[in-house]
């Protein structure tokens, strides 16, 4: 854009979050819905004594663009840093089922992300994670009937849980400005080193995950000047097309192949990624498995254990442990001492293991197409967290937990129960790629079982607390907790299970856990929803605030 057009153009990022929607939306047809004298405010901030904000940073309107029906929802990256807590998730999530709703019943809405986020906010953890699922879940149902578009334009970018949701949606826009990852360059320096990523080096941070190099890569559809004239025509043409799963989505093979032909061992600049893109993928090689990891971890034993030691299915790698027992399809992360992928050696969800789940998934729903009894689908939890590394957000990370989600949500809607079985760790990214998709979640009643966000020591130092105060919030905040009775309390679980022990199973303990499981699969029955777990009474905010939507949706401007 010459100098000229820079003086013209309306920037889009310097807008706040509602002028946005205003922007978008066909002029006169904005009805925002839970608006901020609604009062709808987090409940956990202000018990750790921080500021609220009367809609929670989310702005939610219906109106038309191009004559389209839609409903918009707007993060506002002033607040919180666009983080996503429970009312803002519930807000953003309860419109998409809504969207569903009327989807179903031949009624069509568009739904449009503007999306500044920080992923989920730390102080509400457990919640904002429980609602970015819901948001995962809603988007995947919705693609089926309409386009979902996301939009991502200002430096604050799409982080976390939300940059998996913004690799579900159909279509993606984003800016120059803009940047896409799962993981922020100050997280994966905290996590991972300086020598991994440096992140005070700015060119380099925009070169692998700002919106130039994701649209180069493939990883969004359309690139666009920071102008709301263009955004906005770019947004009206991407609301009237037909619905469709997006490329990106679609290519697990091939994006298995691109990463089987590269060096993880080398730090790749921006360009040589790109070409890497340019170039046709080289044909897939498996290495072998490795024998050790049979019981390199709980989730490992366990998944033994449930199978009765029977062989893993060929074909896969070794830290994605893959068994047909039983009638039924068993999957498991696990330590790979030997994986090419240094920051995926200790049971992390990275690149290989996210594009592999989608694989193990996907064949079995293709496999079962025809048939009228579905394959129960177990996927057995121990995942520290996901992989933080400088090569896992080159080559789109997000989209690769993105492929495992989607093919989870896939296969529950599809009619196969899907039962998630934690025994161990179940954290942040790794924990929405592998299993939090299921229709139910059993939980091992056991000290060493954990659900986050974060890690302990990363979520101290990023809310700037110290270990130990952490832990003292986590007495008073649920959402802050660990440990699993605590989540148990959010209504997320469809059981606590007590064995003798969690670390390795014996006889009694597999029977138990196989109890469990076929008690879990008679509950769900021809459930394909997460509607579950709002059932209990510990997600207070996230059922009021559907309850109010659901008054709002439908009232006349």
């Known amino acids: 854009m010459n100098s000229a057009g820079l003086l013209e153009r309306q920037s889009f990022v310097e807008m706040s979050a509602r002028a946005r929607v205003t922007r978008v939306l066909d002029s006169g047809t904005m009805r925002e819905l839970l608006d901020p004298f609604e009062r709808l405010r987090s409940p956990w901030l202000a018990m750790q004594d921080i500021v609220t904000q009367a809609d929670d940073g989310v702005v939610i309107a219906r109106g038309t663009i191009a004559g389209v029906d839609v409903v918009c929802a707007a993060i506002e990256p002033a607040f919180q840093g666009g983080s996503m807590g429970e009312v803002g998730g519930a807000k953003i999530a309860g419109a998409l089922e809504a969207a569903l709703a009327d989807a179903r019943d031949g009624q069509p809405v568009v739904p449009v992300l503007l999306l500044e986020t920080g992923g989920v906010r730390l102080q509400e953890a457990n919640c904002g994670l429980a609602a970015i699922a819901e948001i995962h879940a809603a988007i995947v149902a919705l693609r089926e009937f309409v386009p979902v578009v996301g939009v991502i334009t200002g430096p604050v970018g799409c982080f976390g849980g939300m940059s998996i949701a913004a690799g579900l949606c159909s279509e993606l826009i984003v800016t120059r400005e803009a940047r896409l990852g799962l993981n922020g360059p100050q997280v994966i320096e905290q996590e991972a080193g300086i020598d991994e990523f440096d992140s005070r080096d700015r060119p380099l941070i925009w070169g692998l995950t700002g919106g130039d190099q994701r649209h180069a890569t493939g990883l969004v559809e359309r690139l666009c000047d920071d102008d709301c004239e ?190 998630g079985l934690i025994v161990g760790k179940a954290m942040s990214g790794a924990f929405l790629a592998h299993g939090y998709q299921a229709n139910r979640l059993i939980a091992l009643d056991d000290e060493g079982v954990q659900v986050h966000a974060m890690g302990k020591q990363a979520a101290a130092r990023i809310t700037q607390r110290t270990v130990e105060g952490v832990d003292k919030l986590a007495e008073t905040i649920t959402p802050m907790a660990y440990d699993i009775a605590s989540f148990d309390t959010l209504g997320l679980l469809f059981e606590r299970l007590a064995v003798d022990s969690a670390d390795t199973p014996g006889t009694a303990d597999v029977a138990r856990v196989m109890s469990a499981l076929d008690r879990a699969r008679a509950d769900i029955g021809d459930d394909r929803s997460l509607k579950s777990r709002l059932d209990s009474p510990g997600r207070t905010a996230s059922v009021e605030v559907r309850r109010r939507l659901a008054e709002q949706w439908r009232t006349a401007p």
Do not use: C
């Not at 921006?270 to 498996?286: F, L, N």
């Not at 200790?346 to 394959?375: F, N, Y």
């Open 230 to 419: 263009n955004l906005a025509a770019a947004i009206a043409e991407a609301v009237t097309a037909p619905p469709a799963t997006p490329a990106r989505m679609r290519a697990v093979d091939t994006q298995l192949a691109r990463l089987s032909a590269i060096d993880p061992s080398r730090a790749l600049s921006p360009a040589e990624v790109r070409s890497v893109y340019d170039q046709p993928p080289a044909t897939r090689a498996t290495r072998p498995q490795n024998a050790d990891n049979a019981a390199s971890s709980r989730g490992a034993r366990w998944l033994a254990a449930l199978t009765d030691g029977a062989d893993r299915r060929a074909g896969y790698p070794s830290s994605v442990q893959v068994v047909d027992h039983d009638h039924a399809r068993y999957i498991a992360v696990v330590p790979d001492a030997d994986n090419r992928f240094v920051r995926a050696r200790a049971g992390e969800v990275g690149l290989v293991e996210g594009w592999t789940l989608a694989r193990a998934l996907d064949d079995v729903i293709e496999a079962d197409a025809k048939q009228p009894d579905k394959r129960p689908i177990i996927a057995v939890i121990d995942v520290p967290s996901q992989a933080y590394g400088r090569i896992e957000e080159a080559f789109g990370i997000h989209q690769a937990l993105a492929a495992a989600a989607q093919s989870y949500a896939r296969a529950r809607q599809a009619g196969h129960p899907v039962i």
